[in-house]
C-alpha cells in the first residue's frame, strides 16, 4: 500500500465464491451466480466508489478460488489491494475478513447471501455493511447493481452522509443445544429454525413442510422463506427489538407464501408468538437439523434447543436512504 | 455373371439402386425390430445428405429417425452406451473422413467392451458411413479408410458392392450383436442391380461373391471396383476369361472362397480404392500366399489409390482413383 | 425405491457399511498391489467413498452408471461382489471379466454398472447412449456418469452432455472434483473455479455439494433423478471432494503437500458419517467398529477367494471377441497364420 493513501476513507470487499451455487437451482427457482458474473459485479463496485469524489482505496477479501486476487488484477489501480490473510477455502475466510475490516474499513461491501452475511455478522462490530445479493434465498442481502453499491459504500466510507441516518442495526438470533452429543451454539441472522429431518445434506432449506420451529429477527410477506411466513403473521422490521417465534403443524392459521425461490405454497402455522430480546424459545426434539437463514447447519439428537433473539447484528447501509441524504446535501452536482 | 450368394428363401427380386437396397434394408429392420433406431447427421428432417434416408422419418418417429447435433464423438459413443444397454442402433457417419472425430468411442468403448468384460456385454451396433473420391469433395470428404476398421480388432467391416449386396449385408449388420462398420462407396448410389424383396433376405457377413466366373484371372473387388472390374472384364471377354469377386466382408475375409478362385485361375488382381500401402490389398495378397502360394502363377497385381489423399481438381482426382482402365491395364500384365 | 433409503436407520448403517467396504477394499487392494501380487496398476478411490456411495444409494438399482479408471467404489456402491472385483484384479477368471479387464474395466452390465474406464472422459458418452436406450424404451431408469475434474476439459464430456440435454434424456452428470487430474491440479486445468458452472452452457441445473457427506451427494441424485424420470432432462452435480492417495500407487505426488492431505484426511467422509450416527443414536462406538470390522473381514475373505482362484487357460485369449464365430480367430490361435492349420508344404 502506498504511503500517500494511508489517509483516504476504506472500502473493504468480500465476495463469497461458494455463493449461489447450491442444489436450488435443480431444486427451486433459484437464479445462477457464476464467478464470472461476480468478478463483473465487483468490478463496478469499484468503480461505483469514485461517486464519492475522494480517494477511496478498496481492499479486497482473498479466497481459495483465487476470486478476490482476479477482482485485483482485473482492477490495474493501486488503490485496489488484496486482504493480507491466511485463506483456508472455507466460511472461515468470510470470518477472518469482515474481522480485519471492522477495524480497517470504513464500509463493506459483502457480495453473497444470507449465509455469507451471517457469517460477516460474526466479527464485523460497527463497521457499515452494503450487503449486496448474490446468493439464493436472501433475506438480508439486496439485489442491486455493483455500481449503486459502490457508490453507496462510497459516500458511507467518505463521511458524505451521517452514517447514523443511513444504516440500521439487523437482529441476530442464537440457537444454544444442549444434546446427546453435547452443547454447541449456532447462530443466524434473519431466521432459525428446527427441521425434521436427519442429515444436513445438501445444505439448502428444500422443503418448508419439514420445519417443526422458526424463529425470525424480521418478518415481511415480501421476504421469501420462514421470514415471509411471519411476515404473513404479522410485519417486523428488520432494526426492531426481538421477532417472532413459530411452531410449524396443524391446529392453527394457514400462511400463503413465498417459501422458496419459484415455490409459493400454504404453510400450516400451529401456534406464533412474539419473542423478546434475551427471552429463549426453547424446543425438544428427537433427531433434527438446526437451520439458519435457509440453511441446514447441524444435525441434533435428543436435544434441547434454545433461540435467543438479540439485537446486537451488523449495522446495514440503507441504499436509498444514503443516495438520498447526499443529494439532499448536492453532492452530485459538479461545481463549475 | 452368377447370381447372389443368399441363404434365404428369395421369393422374387426387384431393379433397384444401393441407395433404395440401403434405404429398404433400414426400413425393414425398423419395422421388424422396435429396438433398432437410425441416429445421424441430417438423417431425419434432410433424408440424408446423399438421400438414403429420405422417407423414413415420415414412416418412423422422431425418436427412431433422429438428428443428431454434428457431434459424432457425442453421438456414436452414445450409440455405444444405447448398444450395451439393449437397443439397436444404426450410427451413419456423413462421410467416413469424419470418423476421426469419434475414434475414441469406437477403438475403447465399442470395439473392446465385450472382450475386456469377458463376453458380458453385446454390441449390436451398424456404423453406416460414405467413402470414396470421384464428385470433386476433396480431401476431407472422400477417403476411403476402411482399412483402419477391419484392421482393428472386436470390430466387423463390411463394404458391398452391388445392390443386393448392401440390402444383405446391411441386415445381416443390423441383426448382428457385433459392432459392424458398413461402407457404402458413394458413387454406386445410383448403381442399379435385382435385389431379393423378401423381407427375411439376408446375406452373411464373412462371405465373397463370385460375380462372374473365369478361369484365366481372379479379380477380387471391392464396392465401386466390382463394377469396374465387371466391365473391364466383360471389355476383355474375347481375349480373357476374368473371374470377379466381390469381396462384401473385409473382416472376416472369406479366405476360402478368394483361395478357391486362385486355385483355378492361378494369377489374382486385387481392386480397392484405399490406398495401397498396408490395405486390404496387402491383407488379401497375405492370405491367397498364405493359403494357396503354390496355386499362384504370376505376382499378384494391386490397384487402388497410389498413397495420396483424393485431390479437389477433376484432372487430378481422376489421376488417384483407380477405375476399370486401371484394372484392364493390371489384368493385361498378368494375362 | 431408491437402493438404500437413507431416511431409515438399516439404510444409514448400510450407508456406512459400504463406504468402509470401500475403504476396506482399496486399503487391501493397495497393500497386494505394493507386494506385487496384482498386476498392472490400481487407481484407488479412498477419501471419495461418499461420492459413490451417496449417489448408487440413492439410484435405482435398475439404473446405470459409468464409472472412471478409479472405480473400485462405483462397483461396490452399485452392489458388485467384492471377491469377484478381488479376483478380477488378480486377473482371474472368477473375476468379473474372467480376468480380462481387471481393475480399470470391472463391469457388470446386468447390474446396472457399464464398465470402470481407462479412457478419461469417456463414461459420459455411454451414459447419455444408457439414458438414449432407456428414453426410446419407454423405462423408467436413468444413467448416471461419474467422471473426475480432469474429464470436464475432454470434448466428448461436452458433446455428451450436450446431447443429453438438448434430447431431455433421463441422464445424470457428476464430476468427482478431487483437485487432480492425473499429476495436475485442477486450477492448472480449467479456468473456470466451479466446475458446476459448465452447466448454464446446456441450459440444465448445475451445482455443488458438500462430495465429503454423503447425504449431501445423496440428496443431490436423489432430487436429479427425480428430475431425469419426470422428463425434465439432465442435471449436473460437482462432488466436491479429494483424493488421499496417488493418481496411481506408487505415484510420487510431487504436486501437493503432506499438509494438504492430512487436512482433508480430517474430513475423512466415514468417520464423519460414523461419528453422526453415534451422534444420533442410531450407533454406538462399539457397534462403528464391528461394522468396520467386518468389512475388513470381508475384504480379508475376498483377497483369499481371489488369490484361490483359477488362472485363464491361454486358449481363453481367444475368446469373447466377438458374438459370432470368425474363422480368424481360430485360425491364428495359438501361432498359425493359415486357414488349413499350418502345414507348411502342398503339392
Redesign the interface.
Known sequence: MADSGRSDPVVGVIVNPAAGRDIRRLTGGASVSDNYAKRRTAACVLAGLSLAREPVRAIVMPDASNLGQRIVDDAEDEAVSLLDMPVSGSAEDTRRAAEAFSSIADCVVVLGGDGTNRDVATGIGETPVVSVSTGTNNVVPTPMDGTVAGGAAGLVAAGAVDRSAVTYQHGTITAEIHGSAGSETVSGLATMGLLDRPFVGTRAVLDVSSFVCGVVSRASPAEIGISGVAGGLETHAPDSAGGIAMEFGDGGQTIRAMTVPGIVESVSIARWSRLAPGDPYTVEIDRGVVTADGEREYEVADASVSFIIADDGPRLVDVDAAFGAAAERGLFIDSS | MSTDTSTSNVSGTESMTVREAIREAMREELARDEDVFLMGEDVGLFGGVFDVSDGLLADFSEDRIRDTPISEAGFLGAGVGAAATGSRPIVEIMFSDFLGVSMEQTMNQMAKMRYMFGGKTEMPITIRTTEGGGMGAASQHSGTVHTWFAHFPGLIAVAPGTPAAAKGLLKSAIRSNDPVFFFENKMIYEQTGEVPTDPDFTLPIGEASVERTGEDVTVIATQRLVGESLDAAEELSDQVSVEVIDLRSLYPLDTETIVASLEKTGRVVVADESPLSYGVHAEVVTRLVENGFYSLDAPPERVGVPDTHIPFSPSLEQEVLPDAADVTAAIERLA | MVTID??TDDG?REILRRMMLIRAFDNEAGDRFADGEIPGFVHLYIGEEAVGVGACSALEPDD?I?STHRGHGHCIAKGLETDKMMAELYGKRE???????GSM?I????AGM??A???VG?G???????????A??GEDRV?LAFFGDGAVAQ??V???I??AS??GLPAIFLVENNKFGEGTPV?KQHN???L??T??AYDI??????GM?V??V???VE??RE?AVNGDGP?FIEADTYRYRGHFEGDHQPYRDDDDIEAWQRRCPIDAFAN?L????VLTEDEVDELRAAAEAEIEDAAAFAENATDPDPSEAY??????S???LS?YAGGS????GGSTT??
Open positions: 437413507i431416511e444409514q446405470y459409468t473375476g468379473y471379466c474372467n480376468g480380462k479387464g474395466h463391469a457388470d452390465v446386468d457399464l464398465g474406464n481407462g479412457i469417456a459420459p458418452p455411454l451414459a447419455t447412449g444408457a439414458a438414449l436406450s432407456a426410446q424404451k444413467a470434448g466428448q461436452h458433446e455428451a450436450n446431447l438438448t434430447w486450477e473456470l473455479e466451479n458446476s458452472e452447466a448454464e441445473p448445475g451445482f455443488t455439494v458438500n457427506d447425504t449431501a445423496y440428496e443431490a432430487a436429479a428430475r442435471t453422526r453415534v451422534d444420533a443414536g475368446e469373447d471377441m466377438y458374438d459370432v470368425v474363422p480368424e485360425t497364420l493359415r486357414a488349413d502342398d503339392q
